[in-house]
């Protein structure tokens, strides 16, 4: 069985790798094998002329101080009108270029097609009556939460993934109000625009849908960017233009595509090539070259720049039986608009069956810097991970902030001035979490504690606080 998951990840790779070329070397992942040994945290003007001279007596010397006066004059005039057209110049110079950037961005899309599916509506949502544990399927094993504050209001927003329901948890720090979104339905993933609205993606294995939801004063709009399939992973990012993208597998189909949503209300996509990955993570830089990082196995990097796309293998993952290594949860983050930095989660796998059968399994953050070859990973947070999934954005001034579940508590990690350093929060959690850094300096975090639990966490001037939305 090894060897064939092995050879399934190798498969969807070649095939993948048909639509692109190729080189070597939301997020929430699958609970994976059993944890066994867990290591805890150790906690880580023209100038404006006035004649003040006496009127003039025809002398000389007036005559000649009057004509210089007036020269003066009209020559800054003509220097101001001159920087003036100097100005508008720059200023018309300065917008070619950017409609031109514009238009050449266009062109990068020139061959995505309209999807066919149902225009813009309003959502509306149903009471919410706790979880519910539907059949075994893709959809009801996926589970996930996503974080944001509505601009508008101020309100928190935390939507969780769980037994095939997606809920709604709105909150001011007081009260909660939950709502039930729709069932079944996959994992919830968010991005953030220039207003710092929350954009969610989720799949509907109902309609078979991959929906877009975001709230405008105060009523919730939805949109399809694919409407054809199943979706097992996917994840959403806005670029510098504030348009929505989307990537995804397409399980039916066995294809990766990427939708965008444009200025015109219209989705649309192409396929990136065959097969697709277990997890996707997605970004966009602000010269709108898109980044994509997924695992099977293997963990491997996508990138689209003028219109072409490229894959790489970033770290090779492999089953041996008895000893095991694999990647999960990736993270690809963009900071200070250019910067491209990768985090995931790498896990290492030992049996020992004789003389007494032993199992050990240690989970760990890595990260990547500036991924280009030869991507080297670093181990810069200390403590090992309970569970595969963990979640990483950008923040002001480039900062990167990660959520970790090391043992049954959530732990915090922050990259400032290129240097990380990591903290309890005390609270306990961590589970299946994402993360959203404000402008504002508060860091937010929803996820669940080992019970089922749906937790709200905020840092606010140096304090971690804790909000409980749903107890089971």
Same mark, same amino acid.
């Given at each position: 069985?090894?060897?064939? !998951? ?70 800054? !005039? ?253 993270? !690809? ?68 902030? *990660? ?35 404000? *402008?504002?300096?508060? *860091? ?13 966490? *905020? ?14």
């Amino acid at each position: 069985m090894l060897y064939r !998951v092995a050879i399934i990840a190798l498969t969807s790779l070649c095939a993948f790798c048909v639509a692109c070329s190729c080189g070597g070397s939301s997020s929430t992942d699958d609970p994976g094998a059993p944890d066994d040994d867990v290591a805890a945290d150790d906690d880580d003007s023209a100038e404006g002329g006035t004649d003040d001279d006496a009127p003039d007596d025809d002398t000389g010397d007036d005559d000649a101080d009057d004509d210089t006066s007036d020269d003066d004059a009209d020559d800054d !005039v003509d220097d101001d009108i001159d920087d003036d057209a100097d100005d508008d110049a720059d200023d018309d110079a300065d917008d070619d270029a950017d409609d031109d950037a514009d238009d050449d961005d266009e062109d990068w899309y020139a061959d995505y097609q309209p999807t066919d599916c149902v225009a813009k509506d309003n959502a509306a949502f149903g009471p919410f009556d706790g979880f519910h544990d539907g059949p075994v399927t893709a959809a009801t094993l996926e589970q996930g939460t996503a974080v944001g504050i509505d601009p508008d209001d101020q309100t928190i927003l935390v939507f969780a993934a769980q037994g095939g329901t997606l809920a709604l948890f709105e909150t001011d720090g007081d009260a909660v109000t939950p709502s039930a979104v729709t069932e079944p339905a996959g994992r919830p993933t968010a991005a953030y625009d220039s207003d710092e609205r929350m954009h969610m993606v989720y799949g509907d294995y109902d309609t078979h849908e991959l929906a877009l939801l975001v709230r405008r004063d105060g009523v919730w709009e939805r949109s399809i960017a694919d409407c054809d399939d199943e979706f097992l992973s996917y994840d959403v990012a806005i670029d510098h233009l504030d348009r929505v993208h989307v990537l995804f597998g397409a399980q039916s189909a066995n294809e990766t595509r990427h939708a965008v949503l444009f200025e015109d209300g219209i989705w649309r996509a192409a396929t990136v090539g065959d097969g697709y990955v277990e997890r996707i993570s997605l970004a966009v830089d602000d010269a709108g070259t898109v980044h994509a990082a997924g695992t099977l196995i293997s963990l491997f990097y996508l990138k689209r720049v003028l219109g072409t796309w490229s894959l790489a293998t970033v770290q090779f993952g492999y089953f041996l039986g008895l000893y095991n290594i694999y990647y999960n949860s990736p993270e !690809v983050v963009v900071s200070n608009g250019v910067d491209v930095n990768l985090g995931f989660t790498e896990t290492e796998e030992s049996y020992v069956p004789i003389p007494k059968p032993y199992h050990s399994i240690y989970r760990k953050f890595k990260f990547i810097d500036n991924v280009v070859p030869p991507y080297d990973a670093t181990y810069d947070l200390s403590g090992y991970l309970s569970q595969v999934a963990m979640s990483m954005t950008g923040g002001p001034g480039g900062s990167l902030h *990660v959520a970790r579940p090391l043992g049954s508590s959530l732990s915090y990690g922050i990259r400032s001035s290129g240097t990380w350093s990591s903290a309890g929060t005390g609270h306990g959690g961590g589970r299946y979490s994402d993360i959203f850094a404000g *402008v504002d300096g508060r *860091v937010h975090v929803s996820h669940y504690d080992d019970a089922g639990e749906v937790r709200y966490s *905020v840092l606010d001037g140096g304090t971690w606080s804790l909000h409980r939305l749903y107890i089971p």
